[in-house]
């Protein structure tokens, strides 16, 4: 029995000794590669936020639709639960969210997003979307919307105090009074020249209320320095130049300096940012599906 016991103690104690040098060592390896490990997430958070600012353009796609890169290649997606891309550049939106699409010597920022109507009108993440593929019900009616009016109201004081003159020149429109004004330009140069420069009924966007016209509507109105003012400075206010020159095939309109749409501080300066138009920033389309029938 004593025996038994003192076997046990010396074995006891072997084992104890033998847990304790593997502990030591155990702590010793943990210890060597502690500021390792611990500087990793640091690091890694780091080359996050570093390439985000690098990031040298920006794909947005409707979550369950495709987007085309134009260059083939090495592409992969920082979270591939909300884009994914293939080897040819084909991005596929899986869910509404934003990361970023990486090749060896470009970085993308993209979001996918998401398309709702509600009561005839389509919102995408939430904003307002009305161009030659999206339209506005009849009934749509909220006049010149007070978030927009406010906040070129602050435009109209700061851009004053520089000695400049931005007024509204022309705001919201009704459905019937744009029936109208796209019928009397479709007479007069028929209607695919009108197209370009005038909306189809329940296609304007002066109807959602978001929009103004500055100033004068004509191309002399680019060459002021309120023009030059209101492209620098409209993102501050919330503002963007919703028919940006160079983008014509895009939103499917001429040039307009003067139009106006408040799309909130963040989105706009974001699309100021990356150079874009509101159709390339949502993701969307602005193509009308048939030729005019009126
Ligand atoms: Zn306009």
Redesign the pocket.
């Known amino acids: 029995m004593q025996y038994r016991i003192g076997k046990g103690i010396y074995c006891g104690i072997l084992w104890g000794t033998l847990l304790i040098c593997v502990t030591a060592i155990l702590a010793a390896v943990w210890l060597l590669f502690l500021p390792h490990t611990c500087n990793q997430p640091q690091a890694s958070v780091d080359a996050e936020s570093e390439s985000e600012s690098e990031a040298t353009g920006f794909l947005a796609v409707l979550q369950g639709e495709t987007a085309q890169l134009s260059i083939a290649g090495d592409w992969h997606s920082t979270d591939e639960t909300i884009a994914a891309v293939d080897d040819t550049g084909l991005v596929t939106g899986i869910r509404q969210g934003t990361c970023q699409l990486r090749s060896e010597d470009a970085c993308l920022q993209v979001a996918v997003r998401l398309l709702e109507t509600c009561v005839g009108c389509t919102y995408v993440d939430g904003i307002l979307i009305v161009n030659k593929s999206y339209g506005l019900p009849e009934d749509y009616d909220p006049g010149l919307q007070p978030i927009a009016e406010t906040a070129f109201e602050e435009l109209s004081v700061d851009a004053a105090a520089e000695g400049l003159d931005i007024y509204i020149g022309?705001s919201y429109r009704s459905y019937a009074y744009q029936v109208e004004i796209y019928n009397n330009y479709s007479a007069l140069y028929g209607w695919e020249q009108a197209d370009t420069f005038s909306a189809r009924l329940g296609h304007s966007?002066?109807q959602t209320g978001l929009?103004i016209?500055c100033n004068t509507i004509n191309d002399e109105f680019g060459e002021t320095p309120e023009a030059a003012w209101l492209a620098q400075h409209c993102a501050e206010y919330g503002f963007i130049i919703r028919f940006p020159e160079g983008k014509e095939n895009i939103t499917g309109y001429q040039y307009?300096p003067w139009?106006i749409r408040y799309v909130g501080k963040e989105t706009a300066k974001e699309i100021q940012k990356y150079n874009l138009t509101l159709e390339e920033y949502l993701g969307v389309t602005s193509e009308y599906d048939t030729s005019w029938q009126g």
């Open positions: 022309s966007e002066h929009t016209d307009e139009h």
